[in-house]
């Protein structure tokens, strides 16, 4: 042991061993995650995992039961992983893939476990809280690096139901949230350990009074913060939900009908949308390239005096290769911008290291032959009302909004009105709709737009710059909605500055470490 004593060590006989520990605190997060989302669950389900690495006995075992965490945290909340390869290769080969994917993204989990018991043997009381917490931000903000990786289920996201405590993450970012929860999982860790230890139990009750007493106020903020309504100018935003399944092939013609049909009846509501936002890969063939697919578009913005944003699959003449676009065409008919996925789908829209893949394993998981072209910069489709209200629209594709930064740069680029298009038809569960949503939620209010969302089946939606949803299309219909959305300019500090919480949580750490050992000095006998 070296530097301190273990804040979290207990003179009691712990009641759990370890593992068991862990697997508790990963299933009770499972459950505050959509669905079921019981989501006050994950302001107590780290706890103990928090007292089983740091009663660890070495690192390699903390490790472990980080690791036993994650397993039993993410088997259950992407589930579906499995459900959705199953229906795609019409083999039990997608139970592979699931498996896979737990083994290898629980990992950051045992990281963070390994990380806590070194933290646990050289901080003590409200350092290590804060140092825990700070240590969790970064390894959440780690998923996020690289093609290949999957940031699903952040801790942030469990609280999309309970808007308030969300607020504040125009300044932090989700992972100021995903801080607050954990310093209450830490102090209430903390607490539990030297509840029967009178020397030290007033200074844990006085961190967990704390650690409470921060969230009740941010709450009370984000209650604040929620009741003046958006303001500025407005625009009339039709979502278009086609019910499009990706397991269902439908015609050039079938698509054009159901585009037609449902433009027409929104056409017939007051106020008549100004916008229509179309799915990702809704568009009945090539929107930049296929004539005939041009001048069906152009005729169906002429015919609606309204834009179109459709989702395309779009040639690169160039590159040889698709691309997954979002598309504009303008009030005037105008094929006007375009927008290309940057952040592509890891063996869905392309295939890391496929050199390297047996041709059998290939075969076995149908991997498309091609990889999507991915896109390289975050293009704004602007265009004009007839009024000459300039709208700049800023989307960001499907998986796109599981990363923050994609919707944070089209705000930061200019856009007063952000869109999200995406092709959840492939999800064969209710709780990966939900859990996609959860992160657009978190979207809207760190920039402080509102989003309109167009998905092939659902959950297509509107949320304004508090995260609320203002209107939903029932899941798996045909249908449409249509709002008033401001147009809003200003930046947040998090739009301006990005995950500098991130950056902040590393240098607390390094403070932390630093003035302790500045302090065992002190003490040092001469």
Same mark, same amino acid.
């Given at each position: 042991?070296?530097?301190?004593?273990?804040?979290?060590?207990?003179?009691?006989?712990?009641?759990?061993?370890?593992?068991?520990?862990?697997?508790?605190?990963?299933?009770?997060?499972?459950?505050?995650?959509?669905?079921?989302?019981?989501?006050?669950?994950?302001?107590?389900?780290?706890?103990?995992?928090?007292?089983?690495?740091?009663?660890?006995?070495?690192?390699?075992?903390?490790?472990?039961?980080?690791?036993?965490?994650?397993?039993?945290?993410?088997?259950?909340?992407?589930?579906?992983?499995?459900?959705?390869?199953?229906?795609?290769?019409?083999?039990?080969?997608?139970?592979?893939?699931?498996?896979?994917?737990?083994?290898?993204?629980?990992?950051?989990?045992?990281?963070?476990?390994?990380?806590?018991?070194?933290?646990?043997?050289?901080?003590?009381?409200?350092?290590?809280?804060?140092?825990?917490?700070?240590?969790?931000?970064?390894?959440?903000?780690?998923?996020?690096?690289?093609?290949?990786?999957?940031?699903?289920?952040?801790?942030?996201?469990?609280?999309?139901?309970?808007?308030?405590?969300?607020?504040?993450?125009?300044?932090?970012?989700?992972?100021?949230?995903?801080?607050?929860?954990?310093?209450?999982?830490?102090?209430?860790?903390?607490?539990?350990?030297?509840?029967?230890?009178?020397?030290?139990?007033?200074?844990?009750?006085?961190?967990?009074?704390?650690?409470?007493?921060?969230?009740?106020?941010?709450?009370?903020?984000?209650?604040?913060?929620?009741?003046?309504?958006?303001?500025?100018?407005?625009?009339?935003?039709?979502?278009?939900?086609?019910?499009?399944?990706?397991?269902?092939?439908?015609?050039?013609?079938?698509?054009?009908?159901?585009?037609?049909?449902?433009?027409?009846?929104?056409?017939?509501?007051?106020?008549?949308?100004?916008?229509?936002?179309?799915?990702?890969?809704?568009?009945?063939?090539?929107?930049?390239?296929?004539?005939?697919?041009?001048?069906?578009?152009?005729?169906?913005?002429?015919?609606?005096?309204?834009?179109?944003?459709?989702?395309?699959?779009?040639?690169?003449?160039?590159?040889? %290769?698709?691309?997954?676009?979002?598309?504009?065409?303008?009030?005037?008919?105008?094929?006007?911008?375009?927008?290309?996925? /940057?952040?592509?789908?890891?063996?869905?829209?392309?295939?890391?290291?496929?050199?390297?893949?047996?041709?059998?394993?290939?075969?076995?998981?149908?991997?498309?032959?091609?990889?999507?072209?991915?896109?390289?910069? %975050?293009?704004?489709?602007?265009?004009?009302?007839?009024?000459? /209200?300039?709208?700049?629209?800023?989307?960001?594709?499907?998986?796109?909004?599981?990363?923050?930064?994609?919707?944070?740069?089209?705000?930061?680029?200019?856009?007063?009105?952000?869109?999200?298009?995406?092709?959840?038809?492939?999800?064969?569960?209710?709780?990966?709709?939900?859990?996609?949503?959860?992160?657009?939620?978190?979207?809207?209010?760190?920039?402080?737009?509102?989003?309109?969302?167009?998905?092939?089946?659902?959950?297509?939606?509107?949320?304004?710059?508090?995260?609320?949803?203002?209107? /939903?299309?029932?899941?798996?219909?045909?249908?449409?909605?249509?709002?008033?959305?401001?147009?809003?300019?200003?930046?947040?500090?998090?739009?301006?500055?990005?995950?500098?919480?991130?950056?902040?949580?590393?240098?607390?750490?390094?403070?932390?470490?630093?003035?302790?050992?500045?302090?065992?000095?002190?003490?040092?006998?001469?």
């Amino acid at each position: 042991m070296t530097g301190t004593t273990n804040s979290f060590d207990s003179t009691l006989k712990p009641r759990f061993p370890g593992l068991r520990l862990a697997a508790l605190g990963g299933f009770l997060l499972f459950l505050a995650c959509p669905v079921p989302a019981l989501w006050l669950l994950a302001w107590v389900a780290v706890a103990p995992l928090i007292l089983s690495v740091t009663r660890a006995v070495r690192m390699r075992q903390a490790f472990w039961r980080g690791y036993i965490f994650g397993w039993f945290f993410l088997a259950p909340v992407w589930y579906w992983v499995g459900l959705t390869i199953v229906a795609w290769t019409h083999s039990q080969i997608g139970w592979f893939a699931w498996f896979g994917l737990t083994l290898i993204l629980a990992l950051f989990y045992g990281f963070w476990g390994a990380g806590a018991w070194w933290l646990s043997r050289r901080l003590t009381g409200g350092r290590l809280i804060i140092a825990l917490a700070a240590a969790w931000v970064i390894m959440e903000w780690a998923r996020t690096l690289g093609a290949i990786t999957m940031p699903w289920a952040q801790l942030s996201y469990t609280q999309y139901r309970f808007l308030p405590v969300l607020q504040f993450a125009d300044v932090t970012g989700a992972y100021g949230v995903s801080f607050l929860i954990m310093l209450v999982n830490g102090a209430l860790a903390d607490w539990y350990n030297k509840r029967g230890q009178k020397d030290l139990a007033t200074d844990s009750a006085r961190w967990l009074w704390a650690t409470l007493t921060l969230t009740g106020l941010l709450c009370l903020y984000g209650w604040a913060r929620m009741l003046p309504a958006d303001t500025g100018k407005t625009l009339n935003v039709a979502v278009m939900q086609g019910n499009f399944n990706a397991f269902v092939q439908q015609t050039p013609e079938q698509q054009m009908q159901v585009f037609t049909e449902m433009t027409s009846q929104a056409s017939q509501t007051i106020p008549k949308p100004e916008l229509y936002v179309w799915a990702e890969s809704s568009a009945p063939g090539d929107a930049v390239h296929d004539g005939s697919v041009q001048s069906f578009l152009r005729g169906l913005a002429l015919d609606s005096q309204a834009a179109v944003v459709v989702g395309s699959a779009v040639r690169d003449t160039k590159a040889h %290769a698709r691309a997954n676009t979002a598309v504009l065409y303008d009030p005037d008919g105008r094929f006007s911008s375009l927008y290309n996925k /940057r952040q592509l789908v890891p063996f869905g829209e392309f295939i890391p290291y496929r050199d390297l893949i047996p041709s059998s394993v290939a075969h076995a998981f149908d991997f498309p032959d091609d990889d999507v072209l991915q896109g390289k910069e %975050a293009a704004l489709l602007p265009f004009s009302t007839a009024d000459g /209200r300039q709208v700049r629209l800023g989307p960001f594709i499907c998986y796109e909004a599981m990363y923050p930064n994609y919707a944070r740069e089209m705000t930061a680029s200019g856009a007063n009105l952000l869109i999200t298009q995406s092709n959840d038809s492939w999800f064969q569960s209710r709780a990966a709709l939900e859990q996609h949503l959860a992160a657009v939620t978190l979207r809207a209010i760190e920039n402080r737009r509102e989003i309109a969302r167009s998905t092939t089946t659902g959950i297509t939606c509107i949320l304004d710059s508090k995260g609320q949803t203002i209107a /939903r299309v029932p899941d798996d219909v045909k249908s449409w909605e249509t709002r008033r959305m401001r147009l809003m300019d200003g930046k947040t500090l998090y739009t301006r500055f990005g995950d500098w919480f991130v950056a902040f949580c590393a240098l607390v750490i390094a403070g932390l470490l630093y003035r302790t050992r500045l302090s065992l000095h002190a003490v040092k006998p001469a």
